[in-house]
């Protein structure tokens, strides 16, 4: 991923950056352990009882703790079974089941057409890296292509609208942004002020005069906007970035920017963009900085893989219900999305490390700080972790800690965990 590029998500995620690790499983010393040949630890060395004990004073009656050693043997069990809210946590479960129906290397598409009027179509399937810097890349290769676009018509029929997202606000943070099949720049942008007038506040991305109306009603002098379904705004603001890139390339639009189909039989695909972000780099930042509208739209998309479009909700927590009954055999949970926004989610902590067990291959793909690879989450009142801690045998242990008791956090548990393991 370039490096420009890598900045511009991180951007939008929140902040940061991150690089990409290797996992290694321990199968050569798993196999020592089990067949005695490895040498005994020193005395010790084991998981000191008595702290390991003090952790589960700190869990509450609405709270959960788990801790498996890397030969499935509980350390730690404190209301394993109890249904609580995940928050983003639930993230890890959303990559375990785009992973399974899409796979790691899987590039999200955009499709370009012609009709017999010269009108060019685009027809959107959920990317949610679509950036400027990817628009004006598509823009620039459509150049090579045209000769002359009279209206833009927009296709944004691969998910279904409304798309309601449960625990979704109508706030300017990106982590609210909605839900759709053809969205650019996570539906938002950002702008500030100079000397008196609005300006973007990224140079790879123009404040066009459609968002000019958005970023005056908001009464900031700087910040960010977020583009709502209403009035098909999502869609409409794709149609205006790409008419000005296409502008750039001496390509602008005759006529006007709408929605409309895509019609496989008479019109002529004349390019087919495969976003360059895969999906292992896109669950790397979802989990990195905890983007809730690159979940649901990877979760949407493994929906369609399941059933077929158009996207919804539904299609997509049904299909992350049958994985998880099926392949990671949960009795109970119950998922109202899959980015953990909604306080309707719930799953208990022995729940979490079955989807634990199963993401271990991918756990490089977690942020890693110190011994542990982990996923984090917060809603208010809501404290949760859940990951890895490396042993240092070589192995590693599974962790799940559920916080749901306002004014606390999982961070006195995770220090006593940490100091606890060896």
């Not at 906007?225 to 209403?230: A, E, G, P």
């Not at 242990?397 to 965990?417: C, K, Q």
């Amino acid at each position: 991923m370039g490096s420009v590029l890598n900045n511009r998500i991180t951007a939008f995620y929140v902040s940061g950056k991150r690089r990409f690790r290797t996992a290694l499983l321990p199968l050569v010393l798993l196999s020592l352990v089990l067949t005695g040949s490895l040498p005994a630890p020193p005395a010790g060395a084991g998981p000191d009882s008595s702290e390991l004990n003090g952790v589960e004073r700190l869990i509450g009656k609405n709270d959960a703790v788990l801790v498996i050693d890397s030969l499935g043997r509980s350390l730690v069990s404190r209301h394993a079974d109890r249904m609580l809210i995940p928050a983003s946590t639930l993230k890890i479960l959303t990559s375990l089941v785009a992973i399974h129906h899409l796979g790691l290397g899987y590039r999200f598409p955009t499709e370009f057409y012609t009709d017999s009027n010269r009108n060019l179509k685009i027809k959107g399937y959920g990317d949610p890296l679509l950036v400027s810097e990817e628009v004006a890349d598509i823009s620039r290769e459509l150049a090579t292509r045209l000769e002359r676009i009279e209206h833009i018509v927009l296709d944004d029929s691969h998910f279904a609208q409304p798309l309601v997202i449960p625990g979704i606000s109508s706030s300017s943070e990106p982590y609210d942004a909605p839900n759709g099949a053809l969205c650019v720049n996570f539906n938002t942008v950002n702008f500030t002020t100079e000397n008196g007038a609005y300006t973007s506040a990224e140079p790879q991305t123009p404040l066009l005069p459609f968002a000019l109306p958005r970023v005056k009603q908001s009464g900031l002098e700087t910040g960010r906007i977020v583009f709502s379904h209403k009035g098909n705004q999502c869609t409409l603001y794709a149609g205006h970035l790409f008419a000005y890139f296409l502008d750039q390339q001496g390509r602008a639009p005759a006529g006007e920017i709408r929605l409309g189909k895509v019609d496989e039989k008479a019109d002529r695909l004349v390019y087919r963009h495969h976003s360059r972000f895969t999906l292992e780099e896109i669950i790397t930042g979802l989990l990195e900085h905890s983007n809730n509208f690159t979940t649901n739209q990877i979760l949407i998309a493994a929906g369609i893989d399941a059933f077929g479009p158009p996207g919804t909700l539904a299609k997509g927590v049904q299909t992350a219900t049958a994985y998880a009954e099926g392949v990671l055999q949960l009795e109970k949970f119950y998922l109202a999305e899959g980015s953990g926004i909604s306080r309707d989610n719930r799953i208990t902590a022995r729940g979490m490390d079955r989807i634990l067990e199963s993401f271990e291959p991918y756990r490089y793909l977690m942020h890693r700080e110190g011994r542990s690879h982990f996923k984090t989450g917060t809603l208010y009142g809501i404290s949760t972790r859940a990951g890895y801690i490396n042993s240092e045998d070589g192995s590693y242990y599974r962790f799940a800690v559920m916080i749901n008791t306002r004014g606390r956090s999982t961070d006195r548990v995770m220090r006593e965990l940490l100091k606890a393991l060896p």
